[in-house]
């Protein structure tokens, strides 16, 4: 079984940062993509960032420059770091991932979502 786990969430004030952080275990073999969404309320969930296994990436326009993805293949890790946080930030946000896992073959697989709040 497959799992993912966020962290990093949390309050934080208009221009400030923060780094979500998002780490899968069970019985891995191989992941390729990965990728943050967020849903706002009411709102569709959106691609914010996402991160091939060759490194390369791409951003929403409306975080661009402003965030940054990464990984850690040793660690099974995406992060994703924030800075100039604005109150239109304010969501849910779903780590996701492409595992291919011993048992299951290849899935996407979504994390339960960690809640960033930006507000003074």
């Known amino acids: 079984q497959v799992q993912l786990v966020e962290s990093g969430g949390g309050l934080v004030q208009p221009g400030g940062s923060l780094r979500l952080s998002c780490a899968a275990s069970?019985?891995?073999?191989?992941?390729?993509?990965m990728a943050w969404y967020r849903q706002a309320p009411g709102k569709q969930r959106e691609l914010v960032a996402a991160?091939?296994?060759?490194?390369?990436?791409n951003y929403a326009d409306s975080v661009e420059g402003r965030f940054t993805i990464s990984r850690d293949n040793a660690q099974n890790t995406v992060y994703l770091q924030m800075k100039s946080l604005k109150p239109d930030d304010t969501a849910v946000y779903y780590c996701?991932?492409?595992?291919?896992?011993?048992?299951?073959?290849?899935?996407?697989?979504w994390g339960t979502g960690t809640q960033v709040t930006v507000s003074s």
């Open positions: 996701n991932m492409i595992i291919q896992s011993q048992l299951s073959g290849s899935r996407n697989y």
């Open positions: 069970g019985s891995i073999v191989s992941i390729y993509a």
């Open positions: 991160i091939g296994s060759d490194g390369s990436t």
